[in-house]
């Protein structure tokens, strides 16, 4: 990316202070000793060491090159950095793609008019043509905010102008829409009479018949008729696991969705060695049907009992819940664990959809007249549900993304505060993309954690086009508030949302601290900053991605940060973030990823 400004940077390269804290003297020799590097530590202090000593999976040294050596045997690896950059590895606390599948037909999030839309797809059809009449195409990765002119609409009109005669569904990327074509639609038992779901909507046409775009829940009419998907789960997730570690991806959190095959999948791998990062899951969505606390946990416990094994889980994972936690301080090697349930309360702020429930109305042709988006639970059920749930030892994890759902969220975190007290349950809100003012200080009131996908934060066609023109100035600096949200106290945590989006952290990394993105002289009206908020320093992002998002997963007390006493869960990159330009450290690649002093990747 083109050159910009150096990113500020006051640490305190205090390898003397470090060499006392981690011990200067060795009781035996360590398995591995790394000197010579840029060793970002993102303790308390961000502190900056020289060298790294680790024993069986855990970190007993941090501090200079001299200290270091003390800890070299005649068996001891020493690894020399040569002044790379070693940091935590890295923490996603919202990531749904942990498979690699085989994709039919994906059209790579990339910018298409209408014809070439029709044109990709043909192509799909032409290669598969062996599966006509009836097989279903199933089509992924639509950048539906990007479709070329901005603001046009697809429908199922497009898909069944194509040469076939097949079922075809086509997913965007954001997760919440649907684009079904007539004999889909048919398949699934969609016309002008069905009602819509709790949790979605169908779109219809000025002839009342449906248009082929399913707006979050009602998608589950479709999914309901698809074939099983084919490959082999376990096979899929090993190849997901590798693809983390080339990322640097050491711990994640799977937001819903998760079944017993996916975890099934994931044991076989864990069984056979391939497990390359720190794995949690959440149990859900739920929605306002869903209201039966003690039989949607009761589901998760036994999914517990069948995957969960307190030996393969640091005991901080477990040990806020009910009853007496037991298992080891540390695990070197990682391990399931099923930590919390999600909740959905609202859709996306994009047009034409605008299902994010919002305070007031989105913004039609400039004024106010627009509708307030969906609200798919509300208070006093949320706070309900939380509550229940907590006490069964499971924390929430909100989908919320219009102020209206935010504020219901945090309404629901106060009223299962207070029925509950203060417990440790770390509950989050995914996305918070629109923020009143007011609710910005109850996160850090609450305890409530803002996870964001920083990369979302720049100029783009589902911003630029289809939001910001929607809320109006009054709202238009509260969108996507990384750094309002900082400076009224919110811990904040990092979650890619992949496959949303492509899997790329640095990237993300880049646009919290930068508020932009380069598109190039092709889009000129996507240059500069997103809008006012000043976003997040680089150690601010660093944090988010690493120790906050490891406290989300009640990890924080062993991975996240390279101390004594911590697992050896680390990266070496390529360059140093903070000796570069800030708009370079999307270029930044893993050379190394470590996993409980394992190391799961080299480059």
């Known amino acids: 990316m083109r050159a910009s400004k150096l990113i500020p940077v006051a640490l305190c390269a ?31 202090r961000a502190s900056v060491a020289q060298a790294l000593a680790i024993d069986r999976g855990e970190i007993v040294y941090v501090g200079s090159n001299a200290g270091a050596r003390r800890f070299v045997g005649p068996h001891t690896k020493v690894q020399r950095l040569r002044g790379r950059m070693v940091m935590p590895g890295l923490h996603d606390g919202h990531i749904h793609g942990v498979t690699a599948q085989a994709r039919e037909c994906s059209l790579n999030y ?20 062996a599966q006509e009449p009836d097989g279903w195409l199933q089509v992924s990765a639509w950048y539906q905010q990007f479709v070329i002119p901005s603001g046009t609409v697809v429908t199922k009109e497009v898909l069944d102008s194509l040469s076939t005669r097949r079922p075809i569904v086509v997913s965007s990327s954001d ?20 009602p819509n779901p709790s949790d979605g909507r169908i779109e219809h046409g000025a002839d009342g018949q449906p248009n082929g775009l399913l707006q979050d829940g009602a998608q589950d ?7 099983p998907p084919g490959g082999d789960p376990v096979d899929e997730a090993r190849r997901g696991m590798k693809r983390f570690a080339r990322e640097g991806i050491t711990s994640f959190f799977v937001p819903g969705f998760v079944d017993a095959g996916m975890l099934r999948a994931f044991n076989a791998v864990r069984k056979a060695g391939g497990l390359t990062a720190r794995a949690h899951f959440a149990i859900g969505p739920f929605s306002a049907g ?7 946990s009761r589901a998760g416990d036994r999914l517990r009992k069948r995957f969960e094994r307190a030996s393969q889980l640091p005991r901080s994972v477990r040990a806020w819940r009910p009853g007496r936690q ?13 930590d919390a349930v999600k909740f959905f309360l609202d859709g996306v702020l994009q047009a034409p959809a605008q299902t994010a429930a919002v305070l007031k109305p989105y913004l039609v042709n400039g004024a106010p007249g627009g509708s307030r988006g ?9 706070g309900r549900l939380m509550r229940g749930f907590e006490r069964r030892g499971y924390q929430a994890h909100i989908h919320a993304i219009g102020d209206r759902a935010v504020r219901t969220a945090l309404d629901g975190v106060e009223a299962m505060r207070d029925a509950n007290g203060m417990r440790d349950s770390r509950p989050s809100l995914a996305h918070t993309e629109l923020v009143a003012k007011p609710d910005l200080r109850r996160f850090a009131e609450l305890r409530a954690l803002p996870v964001m996908s920083y990369q979302w934060a720049k100029p783009a066609p589902d911003s630029t086009d289809t939001v910001l023109p929607y809320l109006g100035p009054g709202r238009l600096d509260r969108y996507e508030p990384e750094g309002q949200l900082h400076a009224a106290g919110a811990r904040i945590a990092f979650g890619s949302d992949y496959p949303v989006d492509a899997l790329d952290e640095f990237f993300a990394v880049e646009v919290a601290v930068l508020r932009e993105a380069d598109w190039g002289p092709e889009f000129p009206q996507y240059a500069g900053k997103l809008n006012a908020d000043p976003g997040l320093t680089l150690a601010q992002a660093l944090r ?56 799961v990747y080299r480059r």
Not at 110 to 129: G, M, N, S
Not at 178 to 186: C, D, K, M, T, Y
Not at 326 to 338: A, D, E, M, N, T
Not at 585 to 599: N, P, Q, W
């Open 14 to 44: 205090c390898a003397a202070l470090l060499a006392t804290a981690g011990g200067a003297s060795a009781k035996a020799p360590a398995d591995r000793v790394l000197l010579g590097g840029y060793v970002y530590t993102v303790d308390e």
């Open 110 to 129: 990339e910018p298409l008019a209408v014809e070439q839309f029709k044109a990709r797809i043909q192509a799909c059809l032409d290669a598969t043509a």
């Open 221 to 227: 009419l479709v999914e309901a008729v698809l074939p």
């Open 326 to 338: 037991r298992g080891p301080r540390l695990v070197r090697k990682p391990g399931i664990s099923i």
């Open 175 to 194: 997760g919440h829409t649907s684009l079904v074509n007539s004999r889909g639609l048919a398949l699934a038992g969609i016309d002008a009479s069905t």
């Open 374 to 382: 969906e609200l798919y639970i509300d208070n006093p059920a949320l």
């Open 544 to 599: 988010g991605i690493t120790l906050n998002a490891a406290y989300q997963m009640h990890q924080d007390k062993v991975t996240g940060s390279l101390e004594r006493g911590k697992l050896a869960d680390l990266i070496v990159l390529d360059r140093n973030l903070f000796e570069i330009p800030a708009d370079d450290i999307s270029e930044t690649r893993v050379l190394m990823t470590m996993v409980g002093g394992k190391v």
């Open 290 to 296: 869903d209201d039966s606390v003690a039989g949607l």
